[in-house]
């Protein structure tokens, strides 16, 4: 099921917050969106941001999933496929 943004709720039960938690992440993702609140935010802010995200990744996906997800990257050989990004 994918959720319309007047749909997000988080709180009621994991399938609602993860599906919530797509939703919201696919919003962030729109490139004019992403462009405005870069240029706002402060260098600490910016900082804190990729620190706690990129923390979020390592500790949920694989080196393999990493490149191959986030960075869309087909053609990498991560050196240990078994262990975190």
Known sequence: M?????????????QLDQQSLSCFLQLAGRQEFADLLSQRLSEQEIHAFVNFFTG??????????????FLQ???CHPHHPQGKA
């Not at 979020?56 to 191959?68: A, D, F, G, T």
């Open 2 to 14: 994918t959720l319309d943004s007047n749909q997000i709720c988080f709180g009621l039960n994991q």
């Open 73 to 75: 990257d087909e053609h």
């Open 56 to 69: 979020l990744l390592k500790r949920n996906l694989s080196e393999e999933e990493y490149h191959r997800l």
